[in-house]
């Protein structure tokens, strides 16, 4: 089901072209570069989304991902350079993959795992709080999911 979130979130963007403005379609190449450089694979629908969006907004709503190459000298919705950063300065775990802010402080986080075949969920995470103190919420099953829920608002 997850895939098909995705696909239906796909949509209503497609549909939509005056609401969304996204970096645009990224390479398996540099999806496979960025993915050793945060040191996990992208779950199969965050991958789906890289692949065809890339990273950008919808509405108001900002989807952090993948813009190019350069993760040292970027800035938001840069998600590789984001979490990067705050692995750096917060010491965010390196499990967890930034994809977007609540508006209150908070992140919109991918619970990351080993498998590629396996979706993560999306969790909110307090950036200033140790996460060993904090449950992250969980908010989706996996991106798909997140994704259709927030251009659903829109």
Request: negative net charge; proline residues 5%; charged residues 25%.
């Amino acid at each position: 089901m997850s895939m098909e979130n995705f696909k239906k979130a796909a949509e209503i963007i497609r549909q939509n072209p005056s609401k969304s403005f996204f970096a645009g379609p990224k390479s398996s190449d540099l999806l496979e570069k960025m993915e050793e450089i945060v040191g996990y694979r992208f779950p199969p629908t965050y991958r789906a989304f890289l692949a065809e969006f890339g990273a950008g907004n919808f509405g108001s709503m900002e989807f952090f991902g993948v813009i190019d190459e350069d993760v040292t000298d970027s800035s938001v919705p840069d998600g590789v350079w984001y979490t990067l950063t705050e692995r750096r300065e917060v010491h965010l775990p390196e499990y967890l993959f930034v994809v977007g802010e609540t508006g209150t402080g908070e992140l919109y986080c991918l619970r990351l795992g080993k498998s590629y075949t396996e979706d993560a969920p999306v969790i909110i995470v307090n950036p200033g709080v140790d996460i060993a103190h904090q449950e992250g919420e969980v908010v989706a099953s996996d991106f798909g999911a997140f994704l259709l829920d927030r251009v659903s608002r829109v």
